[in-house]
């Protein structure tokens, strides 16, 4: 059983950055690979960064690439999403996540069992 709970969302200019953390409380934290998804009003969730339970291999959705990088700290409990140069399009409730290290896949929410509440991310134009 893990516990996500996001934080570091808020309002920011285009071309912004900000940082979101996830700590995660629960056993085992470092043999869970990470996640973050969003959902914009209206819109389909959209899977955006995973990373591996070592750290060893990331995942990032087109619409990321170059501007979004995922880390962990397992001595931490923590996984950070920083977000550059954003856009309005990024605009969404962000949500963290967390499945099992076993999985063969980790680059799609099906592979994610463990979900946060979300924190909310602004981008005005």
């Known amino acids: 059983q893990v516990q996500l709970v996001e934080s570091g969302g808020g309002l920011v200019q285009t071309g912004g950055s900000l940082r979101l953390s996830c700590a995660a409380s629960g056993r085992a934290f470092s043999l869970y690979n990470m996640g973050w998804s969003r959902q914009a009003p209206g819109k389909e969730r959209e899977f955006v960064a995973a990373i591996r339970w070592s750290g060893g291999d990331t995942y990032y959705a087109d619409s990321a690439k170059g501007r979004f990088t995922i880390s962990r700290d397992n001595a931490k409990n923590t996984v950070l999403l920083q977000m550059n140069s954003l856009k309005p399009s990024d605009t969404a409730v962000y949500y963290c996540?967390?499945?099992?290290?076993?999985?063969?896949?980790?680059?799609?929410?099906?592979?994610?069992?463990?979900w946060g509440q979300g924190t909310q991310v602004t981008v005005s134009s």
């Open positions: 996540a967390a499945g099992p290290g076993t999985s063969v896949t980790f680059s799609t929410s099906r592979a994610y069992g463990y």
